[in-house]
């Protein structure tokens, strides 16, 4: 985005204004894209259900066995083992069948 903008900087602006600008954004894009290389080069890549193991969520509709779930901003339908849980309270996901997941109550801190 930064060098898409250096060179409009440089076609519009007047000389020697647009050769500084653009330079001074050509050189906060190489350092935006290094930071960003850094921060994510270290991070596994986590896709599939299988990733939605272990993580959070929220009832939405009482689990008792089966009910909805909210996690990551998305609604699933869960089956909840150790007696269930009601609206609002927190579960852990423990496994999924098709697009069912296995959730339980979340321990409380």
Not at 53 to 71: F, M, N, T, W, Y
Request: charged share 15%; glycine share 12%; net charge positive.
């Amino acid at each position: 985005m930064l060098v898409l903008l250096a060179i409009i900087l440089f076609l519009v602006l007047a000389s020697p204004a647009n050769s500084i600008a653009a330079a001074i954004l050509l050189v906060a894009g190489i350092v935006e894209v290094g930071y960003w290389w850094r921060t994510v080069k270290h991070r596994r890549l986590q896709a599939g259900a299988e990733a939605l193991i272990g993580a959070r969520a929220k009832v939405v509709s009482d689990c008792h066995p089966e009910g909805r779930v909210s996690l990551e901003g998305a609604l699933w339908n869960a089956r909840c083992a150790g007696g269930g849980a009601n609206a609002g309270d927190s579960v852990v996901v423990s496994g999924r069948d098709g697009l069912l997941l296995m959730v339980e109550p979340a321990p409380r801190p």
